[in-house]
């Protein structure tokens, strides 16, 4: 299947079950929420955020089973700059209050003007960062 | 119930960015690649996912009083655009754009077992306990439990 049809295929799935969370448990769909309140393990709020994540697991062991070219990387990272990406992706969401998922689709979806500026901002970001790795690994960085 | 939902909405999500082409992370860095050999196809991602979810948010913290397994709604309240927001956004932007990865895909990426991605998952977590580490050095206080939009 062409790559526009699998992405508004992904995107509509997304919808369903940001949909469903709301509707069903009445929360915002944020990963970085559901990761943060996950790791609060002596409430009962991280209950349901670990039944999420066990979700999330379920799906990609699934998907990797029968698909696994829907996690090809042309673009590997060492380890090193793995963990750097992940320290940054975690500090950044704290302070910004959110991620891709509950900035980009469920707050924008909400008409929330702090989720547009936040996306408007990590996009900007990620491109400029885009650009400025590929000048420092082409200089053998 | 509540527990089941929130697995069912856990598993759709995965599902959809394995099948959107999000946990490819060289599509990702595509898509942000606005200077060079833009790829646009994850635009219709976001698409997509708006366009079912705005109009059900709307519809449903309208018409309905409580949702259906919990209690009360829980939403974000904040408005304030604020000098934290903007640079979390930075950050987290920087990240992203680094590896290609967010909290989500490489959540849903660990099943494949690539070290990179159990590096990253990491990285996000000791990111969280970081910030909250600090936060609470200067606020001598507890940080709330939920994340607000």
Not at chain 1, 48 to 56: K, S, T
Request: with cysteine; net charge positive.
């Amino acid at each position: 299947m062409h790559d526009f049809v699998l992405a508004t295929l992904g995107g509509a799935i997304m919808g369903v079950a940001s949909a469903t969370l709301l509707v069903m448990n009445g929360r915002i769909l944020g990963i970085s929420g559901v990761l943060g309140g996950a790791l609060k393990v002596r409430t009962s709020e991280a209950h349901w955020r670990w039944a999420f994540v066990a979700g999330m697991l379920i799906a990609g062991a699934a998907v990797a089973a029968v698909w696994p070219e829907a996690f090809a990387n042309t673009q590997p990272r060492t380890l090193g700059i793995s963990l750097m990406a992940g320290v940054l992706v975690g500090v950044g969401t704290q302070l910004g209050s959110g991620c891709t998922s509950g900035h980009g689709i469920c707050g924008i979806g909400r008409l929330s003007k702090r989720s547009m500026v936040a996306t408007g901002v990590f996009m900007a970001a990620g491109a400029v960062t885009v650009v400025v790795a590929r000048g420092l690994m082409a200089g053998g960085l | 119930m509540h527990l089941l939902s929130a697995l069912i909405a856990g598993t759709l999500f995965g599902l959809g960015l394995a099948i959107s082409g999000m946990t490819q992370p060289g599509k990702v860095i595509g898509f942000l690649d606005v200077t060079g050999a833009w790829d646009p196809s994850l635009a219709f991602v976001m698409a997509t996912a708006l366009a079912i979810f705005g109009p059900t948010y709307f519809f449903v913290t309208r018409r309905r009083q409580k949702p259906v397994v919990a209690a009360a709604f829980d939403l974000p309240t904040k408005t304030q655009i604020t000098p934290r927001l903007v640079a979390g956004g930075v950050v987290f932007g920087a990240g992203w754009g680094l590896a290609g990865f967010c909290p989500g895909t490489a959540v849903t990426s660990l099943p494949t077992g690539e070290l990179s991605v159990l590096a990253m998952v990491g990285g996000v977590f000791v990111g969280i306990l970081l910030t909250w580490g600090v936060q609470s050095a200067v606020q001598h206080e507890d940080v709330p439990v939920r994340a607000d939009f």
